[in-house]
């Protein structure tokens, strides 16, 4: 993930359409993605993660994707509700990273609409 | 199950006070960090530990020092605060495996604010 400077890139929804929350990472060796949600006022929450052996893994309503290829991350949430209004960041690391050291992208605010 | 814990939530200090900011884990994770969150700047590493009496520098250590005595505590300390550690501050912790990487968990935070 890229750092924006102050303003974070914000994707509006409408409710009970599907989100798509984009990340571009920078490591070839990373092989270890995760997905966080943060809230106002909160700690980063885990979502979802993926290993570099899968292409695709879902969760409940969340489906994140893995282009190793081209270095690119998607975390897809299905139906948005309004408890989906967040920022989300994504997070590299590789194996064996000391001490499984996270690099983390600069997030992108979530904003659903009713 | 509490998760990470941090104490306090909340501290003012005024510049060159020292403070100590405290995170507990009831999970069992081995390795352990503290991290500073900063408007536009993301979350940045500034000392982890990967078990009981080890620590090591992050991206940001300077004017930070951590100890970890017990395996569920992390302790931060700031020894003399400076107004550019102003920040809300994350503690988080994660397993380790010989099977691969784990997620970290996080708590909700310790908003600093030096004057």
């Known amino acids: 993930g890229e750092s924006v400077g102050l303003h974070l890139p914000t994707l509006s929804v409408q409710e009970g359409d599907n989100s798509i929350i984009n990340c571009a990472y920078s490591?070839?060796?990373?092989?270890?993605f995760i997905w966080y949600k943060q809230e106002s006022g909160k700690g980063p929450q885990f979502i979802i993660d993926?290993?570099?052996?899968?292409d695709k893994r879902q969760g409940q309503r969340v489906t994140v994707l893995l282009n190793k290829t081209v270095k690119h991350l998607s975390l897809q949430i299905a139906a948005t509700q309004p408890g989906d209004s967040a920022v989300y960041f994504c997070?590299?690391?590789?194996?064996?990273?000391?001490?499984?050291?996270?690099?983390f992208g600069g997030g992108t605010r979530v904003l659903v609409k009713p | 199950n509490a998760g990470v814990t941090q104490t306090p939530k909340f501290r003012v200090l005024k510049t060159g006070q020292s403070m100590t900011l405290l995170c507990a884990q009831d999970?069992?994770?081995?390795?352990m960090y503290w991290y500073r969150q900063d408007p536009g700047m993301g979350l940045r590493l500034i000392h982890y530990?990967?078990?009981?009496?080890?620590?090591a520098k992050g991206e940001v250590p300077d004017g930070y020092n951590v100890s970890r005595l017990k395996k569920q505590n992390f302790l931060l300390g700031l020894e003399s605060a400076a107004p550019s550690q102003t920040s809300v501050y994350f503690c988080?912790?994660?397993?380790?495996?010989?099977?691969?990487?784990?997620?970290?968990?996080f708590g909700d935070g310790t908003r600093l604010s030096i004057l």
């Open positions: 988080a912790s994660s397993y380790y495996t010989g099977a691969g990487n784990q997620p970290q968990h």
């Open positions: 490591n070839s060796a990373s092989d270890y």
């Open positions: 993926i290993r570099s052996n899968m």
């Open positions: 997070a590299e690391t590789y194996t064996p990273a000391a001490g499984n050291k996270l690099t």
């Open positions: 999970m069992n994770h081995e390795y």
């Open positions: 530990s990967v078990g009981e009496g080890t620590t």
